[in-house]
């Protein structure tokens, strides 16, 4: 069964550090990974989503990295601000069918302080 | 476009009663899914459909039923509440199983 950890539980950052969130799983064969960000009391929003065959997806300040045989991949966040407050979930196929039923982490709750 | 959208946002229920969540996608998206989400458990997936008039169980789908008559709604069915399942529940849409996924608001649900 696939499992999926995340490393640290939480983490609190002064505003303008940079954030290195992981994320770990066992079964190496996935097609894709994707990483979500929760806000309090909301649903999940969808930052990227990696590809098997890539090793690493950019959008503005966030990039993922993934790295299969190893079982790993990391989120970097440059230059954080206060808005980037929020929990940070991965998420991977459970099974190698295409039905795109994802295995969560149990995510990272992140804090900025101004 | 709204997206997917829950409804009722928030719910209490006693045990041994029963309802029924609605899900609703303006996406034209084939599959749907229903999560639960429990603190320091992450979230975890009840039933999911990949087309109109399918579903499949998921991780955890014991004390839940399913349907999808229409393509763009998912309903999710208690027929008797349990303490146990208290918890926020999402639904969450896609076009296709590689790709993103689009997850509604969540309706947090307390059975007392």
């Known amino acids: 069964k696939q499992e999926v950890t995340q490393i640290p539980a939480a983490l609190s950052v002064p505003e303008g550090e940079n954030l290195v969130l992981n994320c770990s799983f066992t079964?190496?064969?996935?097609?894709?990974l994707q990483w979500f960000r929760q806000d309090p009391g909301k649903g999940l929003t969808s930052l990227l989503l990696i590809q098997s065959s890539q090793r690493e997806q950019t959008s503005g300040r966030l990039n993922a990295s993934l790295d299969k045989s190893s079982g790993r991949s990391t989120l970097y966040i440059a230059a954080s601000q206060p808005g980037d407050s929020a929990t940070y979930l991965c998420a991977v196929p459970m099974t190698t069918d295409s039905w795109g039923k994802l295995q969560f982490g149990a995510g990272t709750q992140v804090v900025v302080t101004p | 476009n709204a997206g997917v959208t829950q409804t009722p946002k928030f719910r209490v229920l006693k045990t041994g009663q029963s309802m029924t969540l609605l899900c609703a996608q303006d996406m034209n998206h084939e599959y749907m899914y229903w999560y639960r989400q429990d603190p320091g458990m992450g979230l975890r997936l009840i039933h999911y459909s990949v087309g109109e008039g399918t579903t499949a169980k998921g991780e955890v789908p014991d004390g839940y039923n399913v349907s999808r008559l229409k393509k763009q709604n998912f309903l999710l069915g208690l027929e008797s509440a349990a303490p146990s399942q208290t918890s926020v529940y999402f639904c969450a849409s896609t076009s296709g199983g590689w790709d993103t996924q689009y997850f509604g608001p969540g309706t947090r649900l307390t059975v007392l």
């Open positions: 079964d190496s064969a996935i097609y894709n």
